[in-house]
């Protein structure tokens, strides 16, 4: 867990235990309700075995694959832990997939509540995983699933299994199988890619040899929002994940920036330096409507929808330095919501509606993650003593944030839970810059 | 004529410019290189005559143009900022006074300013934050007399420095306007 914080936090307010207890409710017909944030939040223990390949070859390697990419799953999410494999007490070879196979004390006496199996055979020369889920205290499976696939979609089986894992659970959808975009640094400029929520299957969405910054996804996640110079001017573009339909939103004279769809589809938020100064603006998504929400001598920009589509929080230098804002979506009622430090940028709003993450530049000018509370003003820090970390991205369920940090050299994407806890690292090169969460799809 | 491709607007820079700029695509400083931006900014080389060459500047000639870019394209010239500022300092308002002259007197002459940060802070923020510089540019330049048609502005925030270290130095070489002939 990160300490709390000595500069944006302040001194004497206890942050990180707050979030890190588990409430693990149970709601009706067996359903559970896991907050993350509650007081006794407690992370649900997952054990996951390695699934038994029924040959050696491609079944092995399929089998390791959904394996590997289940436990990546369910340790990066929040709501989850999973129990060390090298303590689990249960014999791989006497154990099946079904309940009377299975010694569900061995697994009640490694801490696991929950317990993920599964198996890979040929048939037909194609690839079939048998996947289950089981309840440990009461032997009960939860959820069950024969899945036909091939060893290029054995990942996102497992995450498609993951995420019907988590409904089971809880009843809200999972968000393995969601997407990053980032714009990366390449030979001429920055391209705009896409990645799965492990990294896996990076792919590019723009290849035009210029500047491609600050990608945001359309509401329905079909397609990207981003500033572009590929015409000079630094103008507003979307386009389709696969680089086609690139249409122009905004191509005012100087800067359009920071484009932000709202939840519904209907509107985009969006500084324009067009007047001489930077502003924030709304317009409709079919480009008609522009209005201007703000007028200020500074510098307004990095707009961020409440989850309502009621308010908008946005950066300003109105008083000097560049601090965290919330106004109305007709700009009315502008209120500073961070107090401290003298550099806090790019506001991402949480889905829950309840936080707002951003990044604050701390006295020793290191740059740091923190999320401060729209209704309180409490400020938490999430990331402390490891780099550069900076660009919060909430993920549609509002339990996780991607970001990048320089912690290990070179700028990769990373992903936490809202509290700053299970941090990982999910990319394998450098040179990536302002992650952006999918919506669920 | 002059012919577009044949402008520039140009500025004969003291070293601690030209040592910033050193990757940009600015013919050889003629100036002695000094190792910081910081530090005091020699004075200006003295400007021709312009009043003799291009009082009238539709008579310009080819051949007065190349004479005048010679003397006076030693190189482009960059105006440094402190950290989260876009203010224009006196003594880069000297010398933009002195550019200023020259914009005025050569009234086809077009000039573009690009704005830059260093690579700290966030992308969006930094785009603004290099306009303003870019814009501050501008607007003393207009206030000595130039009309606003001659300038351009871009700004790149945070995306193309000078110098990709993590010094002071660098971060100062970085937080710049180039002023360039488009």
């Given at each position: 867990m990160p300490k709390s914080s000595?500069?944006?936090?302040?001194?004497g307010v206890a942050l990180a235990l707050l979030l890190t207890g588990a409430s693990l409710a149970h709601a009706q017909e067996g359903r559970r309700v896991i907050v993350?944030?509650?007081?006794?939040f407690r992370p649900y223990p997952m054990a996951i075995p390695a699934l038994r390949a029924a040959s050696a070859g491609e079944a092995a390697a399929a089998a390791e694959v959904i394996t590997r990419t289940l436990r990546f799953d369910f340790r990066i999410a929040a709501q989850f832990d999973v129990v060390?494999?090298?303590?689990?007490?249960?014999d791989p070879r006497k154990e099946g997939l079904t309940a009377p196979t299975i010694r569900f004390a061995d697994w009640v006496n490694v801490g696991a509540e929950g317990l993920l199996k599964g198996a890979v055979r040929m048939d037909d020369a194609r690839l079939v995983a048998e996947l289950r889920f089981f309840d440990v205290a009461s032997g009960r499976p939860l959820l069950s699933k024969t899945v036909a696939f091939t060893p290029e979609t054995a990942r996102r089986t497992a995450h498609a299994f993951a995420d019907a894992v988590v409904e089971t659970l809880t009843g809200d959808r999972g968000i393995f199988q969601t997407q990053i975009a980032v714009a990366r640094k390449s030979k001429k400029g920055r391209e705009l890619w896409v990645m799965d929520?492990?990294?896996?299957?990076?792919?590019?969405?723009?290849?035009?040899n210029s500047l491609n910054l600050l990608p945001s996804w359309t509401a329905d996640g079909s397609g990207l929002i981003f500033t572009s110079y590929v015409r000079r001017n630094p103008s507003l573009y979307k386009v389709n994940?696969?680089?086609?339909n690139l249409s122009l939103l905004s191509g005012e004279r100087g800067l359009n920036t920071g484009g932000a769809m709202s939840n519904d589809g209907s509107k985009v938020a969006l500084t324009l330096s067009r007047d001489g100064n930077s502003e924030i603006y709304v317009m409709n998504?079919?480009?008609?409507?522009l209005r201007r929400l703000t007028n200020e001598w500074a510098i307004d920009s990095s707009p961020s929808w409440s989850p309502d589509g009621r308010q908008i929080a946005f950066v300003s230098s109105r008083f000097g330095d560049p601090h965290i804002f919330v106004m109305n979506a007709?700009?009315?009622s502008p209120k500073r919501i961070t107090h401290r430090g003298n550099y806090n940028t790019t506001p991402d709003w949480s889905p829950r509606g309840d936080l707002i993450a951003f990044t604050a530049r701390d006295e020793r000018n290191v740059f740091d993650i923190f999320t401060v509370d729209?209704?309180?003003?409490e400020i938490r820090r999430l990331?402390?003593?490891?780099?550069n970390n900076e660009e919060p991205s909430f993920s549609p369920d509002g339990n996780h944030i991607v970001f990048t940090s320089t912690r290990e050299g070179r700028s990769q994407v990373w992903i936490m839970a809202?509290?700053?806890?299970?941090q990982h690292r999910i990319t394998t090169k450098g040179g990536f810059m302002t992650p952006a969460w999918s919506p669920l799809r | 004529m002059l012919s577009p491709g044949s402008r520039a607007a140009v500025w004969v820079l003291g070293a601690s410019a030209l040592s910033a700029c050193?990757?940009?695509?600015?013919?050889?400083?003629r100036a002695p290189v000094s190792?910081?931006?910081?530090a005091e900014a020699p004075a200006l080389e003295p400007l021709p005559e312009l009043a003799e060459v291009?009082?009238?500047?539709?008579?310009?000639?080819e051949a007065t143009v190349v004479a005048f870019e010679e003397r006076l394209r030693g190189a482009l010239g960059t105006v440094y900022f402190d950290y989260n500022l876009a203010i224009v300092d006196q003594a880069a308002k000297d010398r933009l006074s002195a550019l200023a002259d020259v914009l005025r007197e050569l009234p086809e002459a077009l000039l573009e300013i690009e704005g830059h940060c260093d690579v700290r802070g966030s992308t969006e923020y930094n785009l603004h934050l290099g306009e303003r510089r870019a814009r501050a540019v501008l607007k003393y330049l207009v206030t000595q007399?130039?009309?606003?048609?001659q300038l351009r502005y871009i700004s790149y925030g945070e995306e193309?420095?000078?110098?990709?270290?993590?010094t002071d130095a660098a971060h100062a070489a970085n937080r710049r306007a180039e002023l360039r002939a488009p």
């Open positions: 000595s500069h944006i936090a302040g001194s993350v944030g509650s007081p006794d060390d494999p090298k303590s689990y007490l249960a929520l492990d990294g896996g299957d990076l792919r590019p969405v723009t290849r035009n994940l696969d680089g086609g998504t079919d480009r008609t409507g007709d700009g009315s729209v209704r309180t003003q990331t402390q003593d490891q780099g809202v509290d700053g806890s299970n | 050193a990757s940009s695509p600015s013919p050889e400083p190792a910081s931006p910081a291009a009082s009238s500047p539709h008579e310009v000639t007399g130039v009309p606003e048609r193309r420095p000078v110098d990709y270290g993590s």
